[in-house]
């Protein structure tokens, strides 16, 4: 029997009826944060001392008195019972890129046959999960296997739902006994607070007295695509490894751009309005929502946050995302490539530096000293991203975003710089020694003079740039759609806080030797923006002549993930992350092992996916239609070229089919490197040249014969 899809039973039978969704008439003061444990929620339910004590934790990284942890542990165990939690869990990001959880009861058993609710201070302050399957990269041997969870109070606390009850969430981060981190948010933590020192440091250098605090602010914005569920199932494939291994592409695919920014269908916006419902119970404040480029391709943004709070909820948004459609009959696919042809998603990071003060430090500013300052802390960007491309891509890098990277619908795998023409041109008057716009002393050190106030969303924005300057912060686009954005963050923190120190040291050096402040400020932006200017690319990044440009100025372009993870560990890299505290030579390896581990698993999962199904779903189904037509029984030259042309292909599918089977049939060797390379070189083209086999099939094949959804219909059907 065909799987074909009656289509007539999905999206257009689909209705929202027997759906309960409330519909708040105050989502701002009802609903937004309503499942946080906010601060003011804290402060209202603690005595003053405990709270004062509390809060320089939260703010001051003291570690918390453990005489009031069992205070604050009551108070979130009240907290969270009022609004229906009956466990609470510890919540990590191990390595593996997505978040992890343990639930425990709040319910304790007593001696007495009763049971009692508890939760006390040593069950926040830390915990223990059953850590021996959690990737390590060889930093614990399952012998030693243990692990810990440590709250992290700069994150709040939140509720989860589901439909038969609630857990409190903490969120944590997850090491070895032995202090390594074995997750993605110590790192980040510990690179929040390189930025903060930096910076102050650099602030310091102008005069700037009053900040007590510099964080790293993140806005992400998630593209992401929905299709049927009905499909989803009907795909091994998708339900496998998130992407489609086969397809032909449909008649119509995104060129006549009438999906992007076009209306939302309701049922989609019905889901979207759930899931954004849920994001502001939990505190998210998501902003916008449209749809993007390709077919049943969608994306949502929040507002930035403080960069720990933005990783934390960049990972809630995509668990709200994936269970909310299951609702509305939809799967949301977060893969970098789900289909072929199409447009891939990514994630854009948007990237900056606030003051507590609530300055943005890459916001041009109004005064002539904000302007020096604003270009300070852009050379400094300019030089970290120059003197760390491989880095920078490195953290990109999965098997699942090769399909987009360097593809000619997404940011090339080279890593320069869009900084725009109005910027661009002012650098170069500053290091022309011409300064300013006029006959006036200029910019720099010399006059009075006011930076133009750039526009956000200049004219000629860029979308071809992965890593672009938009108007008051970095926005960087190379990120997949699917990866936690933790390792992202954690890298543009560290080489914005190593360049930061680098530049402040050599003002510091001049001023030591009599140099005014603004002559050797003026002269280090000079220097830096000289030396590391090639890194900038105002034009369009897909074309060839960029590719040949950027190799002429000694640009990397680490076109696969492969070659990106092993640069990691190189010794600038060891020494860079060293120097700033953020891993040790040892938690660097580890997580380089553990990059290509999940990469040569990803591949070897598709690699036997697509000889499962090509093997046992299209090689019959083409059999099937093949013995048909040779069997009319009617003699006709055409209907013999058809059945030969069939053939022909049918031949090539099942060499191609044989190669790669002799390929799967190998894992590369015994390390992860070798390994990785077999995916790369042998088992991907193997894969490829199958699903081109495949795909011309399925357009020579009766439509009732074939086993798999189309293009056309899961694209489609919405
Ligand atoms: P785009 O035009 O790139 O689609 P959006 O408005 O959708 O832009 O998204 C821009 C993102 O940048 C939002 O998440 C926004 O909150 C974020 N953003 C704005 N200012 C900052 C900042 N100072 N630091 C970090 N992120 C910021
Ligand atoms: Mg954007």
Same mark, same amino acid.
């Given at each position: ?264 269908? $309701? ?307 060891? $020494? ?143």
């Amino acid at each position: 029997m065909s799987s074909n899809v009656d289509i007539s039973s999905l999206a257009k039978n689909w209705r929202l009826d027997g759906l309960q969704y409330p519909s708040p008439t105050d989502v701002v003061n009802e609903v937004f944060a309503s499942d946080v444990l906010t601060m003011e929620e804290m402060r209202q339910r603690l005595s003053k001392p405990v709270w004062k004590s509390l809060v320089a934790t939260i703010e001051r990284g003291a570690t918390l008195d453990s005489a009031i942890a069992d205070t604050v542990a009551m108070a979130m165990k009240t907290w969270a019972m009022e609004r229906g939690a009956t466990h609470f869990t510890h919540w990590f990001q191990p390595l593996t890129g997505l978040t992890a959880e343990k639930h425990e009861s709040f319910v304790t058993p007593t001696s007495d046959g009763s049971a009692i609710s508890q939760f006390s201070g040593k069950e926040l302050i830390q915990g223990e999960p059953d850590a021996s399957s959690f990737p390590s990269g060889g930093l614990r041997a399952t012998f030693e296997a243990r692990g810990y969870t440590a709250w992290d109070p700069t994150s709040p606390a939140f509720i989860t739902r589901h439909s038969n009850g609630a857990t409190l969430c903490v969120p944590t981060a997850f090491a070895s006994w032995t202090g390594e981190a074995l997750d993605n948010k110590t790192p980040l933590l510990r690179s929040i607070e390189d930025v903060n020192i930096a910076a102050k440091r650099a602030l310091a250098l102008f005069g700037d007295t009053d900040t007590q605090r510099v964080v790293s602010t993140v806005g992400v914005e998630q593209e992401y695509f929905l299709i049927d569920e009905e499909f989803y199932y009907r795909r091994p494939d998708l339900v496998m490894c998130g992407r489609t291994l086969f397809g032909a592409q449909p008649p119509k695919g995104q060129e006549l751009e009438d999906h992007y920014f076009g209306s939302i269908p $309701d049922r989609i916006l019905t889901y979207m309005t759930d899931a954004e419902h849920q994001l502001y119970a939990l505190g998210i404040p998501v902003k916008t929502r449209h749809n993007e480029v390709a077919p049943g391709q969608f994306e949502v943004a929040p507002i930035f946050e403080q960069s720990n709070i933005a990783a934390d909820h960049q990972q809630l948004v995509m668990q709200v995302l994936r269970n909310t459609a299951r609702r509305y009959g939809l799967v949301c696919l977060m893969h970098e490539k789900p289909f072929a042809g199409v447009n891939g998603s990514g994630k854009h990071v948007n990237w900056s530096m606030s003051t507590d003060g609530g300055q943005n430090l890459l916001e041009p500013g109004d005064t002539p000293q904000n302007n020096l300052q604003f270009l300070f802390f852009c050379a400094a960007i300019i030089r970290a991203l120059d003197l760390h491309q491989d880095l920078v891509r490195t953290t990109v890098a999965s098997a699942s975003n090769d399909h987009r990277l360097g593809a000619n619908e997404a940011p090339p795998a080279i890593m320069s710089m869009f900084l725009g023409e109005q910027l661009t041109e002012i650098f170069e008057r500053i290091i022309s020694g011409k300064g300013g716009s006029s006959k006036k002393a200029g910019i720099l050190g010399l006059g009075t003079e006011v930076l133009p106030k750039l526009p956000q969303h200049a004219g000629d924005r860029n979308r071809t740039s992965p890593f672009a300057f938009t108007g008051n912060k970095f926005e960087f686009r190379a990120v997949g759609s699917s990866q936690s954005v933790s390792f992202a963050i954690t890298v543009l923190n560290v080489i914005a806080a190593e360049s930061i120190d680098a530049m402040s040291a050599m003002i510091a050096a001049r001023i030591k030797k009599k140099q005014s402040f603004e002559s050797a400020l003026s002269d280090v932006i000079k220097d830096v923006y000289k030396k590391h200017s090639r890194i900038i690319f105002n034009g369009d990044g897909y074309s060839d002549d960029w590719h040949k440009e950027a190799a002429k100025r000694g640009l990397l372009n680490l076109t696969t993930s492969v070659s990106a993870i092993e640069t990691l560990v190189n010794a600038k890299n060891k $020494d860079l992350f060293a120097t700033q505290g953020v891993l040790t030579a040892r938690e660097l390896e580890a997580r380089q092992e553990v990059m290509l581990d999940q990469y040569f698993k990803s591949v070897n999962i598709e690699g036997e996916t697509t000889e499962w199904i090509a093997q046992t779903q299209i090689l019959p189904a083409v059999l099937r239609y093949l013995r048909e037509m040779s069997s009319v029984g009617i003699t006709s030259k055409a209907l013999t070229g058809m059945t030969d042309e069939l053939a022909a292909h049918a031949d090539e599918f099942i060499s191609a089919l044989s190669l790669l089977r002799k390929q799967n049939a190998e894992l590369g060797g015994e390390t992860v490197h070798t390994k990785s390379h077999h995916m790369l070189d042998n088992v991907i083209p193997a894969m490829n040249q199958v699903r081109s086999a495949a795909d011309a099939l399925e357009r020579l094949t009766a439509h009732d014969h074939w086993p798999l959804p189309s293009y056309r219909e899961m694209l489609f059907v919405k």
